[in-house]
């Protein structure tokens, strides 16, 4: 099986800062990597696809990159909103497999 | 506007068996595989199950394989979970879901005598 970690597991921002998540699979997986954002008592909302394309609706403060084995997620200028759990996700291969989280708060 | 509506979860005892439904609206449901991803109290999300559009290609986790079945009905637009032989370690909030792309809001399964 794949596995995914994620770093940091949580952080501390400020409002208007720039956050950077890293995502790593254990073997390569092109980029077939989502991204998704999941605040407290709410179900996830699905923010990037393909390692770096953004879903409509998804505010540009959110970008991804990478292909293979490393993959980040970018926030600029942090918002209140923006304060949640954010998840990586590989859809290379069964079984699918999810990174632990990176809490983001304040 | 996509809707994924999760229903059927609720408490039921360490051996017993639920069956979760997913009715799915607002895009092609046959043209996309679905998925069942869980989260239990406190922890991150779960891969469970995924199945093609047709419904003959089905994957699971180790975790539930030979216990869980997933299901589609094409013609009624709805996504299924068979859940057997629940374990405690079974208890979370169970999401339908279009993978990378549209969530249900969830629906609870509590394993307890």
């Known amino acids: 099986d794949i596995q995914m970690t994620q770093s940091p597991s949580s952080l501390s921002a400020s409002a208007g800062d720039r956050v950077t998540i890293t995502c790593r699979a254990s073997q390569g997986i092109s980029n077939d990597v989502a991204w998704y954002q999941q605040k407290p008592g709410k179900a996830p909302k699905s923010l990037i696809y393909?390692?770096?394309s953004l879903h409509i609706g998804v505010p540009s403060k959110f970008s991804g990159s990478g292909s293979g084995t490393d993959f980040i997620l970018s926030i600029s200028s942090l918002q209140p909103e923006d304060f949640a759990t954010y998840y990586c996700q590989q859809y290379h291969t069964y079984p699918y497999t999810f990174g632990p989280g990176t809490k983001v708060d304040i | 506007e996509v809707q994924l509506l999760e229903s059927g979860g609720g408490l039921v005892q360490p051996g017993g068996s639920l069956r979760l439904s997913c009715a799915a609206s607002?895009?092609?449901?046959?043209?996309?595989?679905m998925s069942w991803v869980r989260q239990a109290p406190g922890k991150g999300l779960e891969w469970v199950s995924s199945i093609s559009t047709s419904g003959d290609e089905t994957y699971y986790a180790d975790s539930v394989r030979g216990r869980f079945t997933i299901s589609r009905d094409n013609s009624k637009n709805t996504l299924y979970l068979q859940m057997n032989s629940l374990r405690a370690d079974d208890a979370a909030v169970y999401y339908c879901a279009k993978l990378t792309d549209d969530w249900g809001q969830g629906t609870l399964v509590t394993v307890s005598s």
């Open positions: 607002g895009f092609i449901f046959s043209g996309r595989a």
């Open positions: 393909a390692a770096s």
